[in-house]
C-alpha cells in the first residue's frame, strides 16, 4: 500500500510536536479533502465558541490534529463537520470547568507562554 506524508502544521506551530503523520491507509484522501473543506467553518466555531480569534484558530489546529490522528475511527459518508464541531467541544469544554480542570495541550502552551 502506498504511504505519504501529511505535514499538517508549519514550522514555529504551537504544537511543533506533530509535524507530520504517515498515511497509509486507503481512503485518506477523501478523508482528507473533507477534512481540508471544513476548515473554514472549524475556525470559525472555535473563534466563536471560545470568544477570542487567536485561542479559536488553536482550537481548530488541535482539533484538525486529532481528528487526523484518529481518522480510522470515522465512518465516511457520515457527519463529518458534526464529528469536527464536537472534537472542538470536547478540547474546549475543560477549560471550562473550573479550578483542576484538565487544559488541553494547546492552552497549556499558550499559558505557558503568556505567564512572566
Known sequence: MPSFTVELFPSGSVLPQIRSIKVTKSGCRDFEAELISLIPQLRAFGRTLSG???????????????AWMSQDRFEMGTNMRAWLFTILRNIFTPTCAGPGAHAPSILRSLHAHSSP
Not at 477570542?52 to 486529532?66: H, M
Open 52 to 66: 477570542d480569534s487567536s485561542l479559536g484558530e488553536d482550537l481548530a489546529q488541535d482539533t484538525l490534529a486529532k
